[in-house]
């Protein structure tokens, strides 16, 4: 079966953003293998300076790169990637199964995004949006997005 | 003070969508005036023809039409609408405000999205992504986006 990874960074600390992605990793766990991986967020002071912040994306990223499933189809969600539409990203996701590829990672950064050494190190860019939400709000966003995707995939009504 | 209207059609099932979007109101509220008004949502049979989604959109459209407020700055939220940052969208409500009208509305769609007529009335038409989210999880962008936006204009911390 194939794998779904994603590694986000911080816990989600309201209570319905908590039941939201409970609900959604349920319904992904009928389509696919998805496990959720979470990193500590790197503390930082109330004003950081780039230098601060720079750091503290480091250490996140020093954990990301060990939680990085072997040989998955790495995609970060970054501001700077691509928009994809939900049937373009289904599409996406069934290429990498014909590939071969038995599982894909998604990465959302911390408040303060990902650090340049992981983007580099990402198989794929994905933007959701030019609009800025909380990183709690994006992890519901994808992954409604992942059980989209694979529900298209599976030829369910789910999607239209 | 500025009035923000949101028109939404069928109401929140989910108890994480309602808490979600109870608790963005709540903040919103103390940066303007916000309202929020539910619109019916049309029943249609499970497989709808084109003609019965199109007539199920012209009676959610005949009840939108009166709840529009009057003199307002309306804004329909369409796939093919144009895409904005959160910092645009925060300038173009603060033109608004510049140009002397004291309400902007936004309109979200049923699943089945806006009727042509509504559309046309639009002076706008806004498009948060390219990817199709369920139109409960876009009122919570929606909401998050209209406070994001005010506490931009506000010059508070939240949006960085």
Redesign the interface.
């Known amino acids: 079966m194939f794998t779904i990874t994603l590694i986000t960074v911080g816990k989600l600390k309201?209570?319905?953003?908590i039941?939201?992605a409970e609900?959604y990793e349920k319904r992904l766990k009928g389509l696919c293998q998805f496990n959720h991986i979470t990193i500590q967020e790197s503390r930082l002071p109330d004003n950081p300076s780039p230098a601060e912040i720079s750091a503290g994306l480091d250490k996140e990223g020093e954990q990301i790169l060990l939680k990085i499933p072997k040989g998955a189809w790495f995609c970060v969600l970054t501001p700077e990637g691509k928009?994809?539409?939900?049937e373009a990203?289904a599409e996406k996701i069934a290429e990498i199964k014909i590939s071969g590829k038995s599982n894909a990672c998604f990465l959302i950064g911390s408040s303060f995004g990902i650090s340049q050494q992981i983007k580099n190190k990402a198989d794929f860019k994905l933007s959701?949006?030019?609009?800025?939400?909380?990183h709690h709000?994006a992890r519901?966003?994808v992954l409604?997005?992942l059980y989209?995707a694979e529900s298209i995939q599976a030829g369910s009504k789910y999607?239209k």
Chains 1, 2 share one sequence.
């Not at 309201?14 to 953003?17: D, I, L, R």
């Not at 928009?83 to 939900?86: E, G, K, N, Y």
């Not at 959701?128 to 909380?134: C, D, G, K, Q």
């Open positions: 309201e209570k319905f953003y039941s939201a609900e928009q994809l539409s939900s990203l959701m949006s030019p609009m800025t939400f909380p709000l519901i966003m409604e997005q989209r999607h």
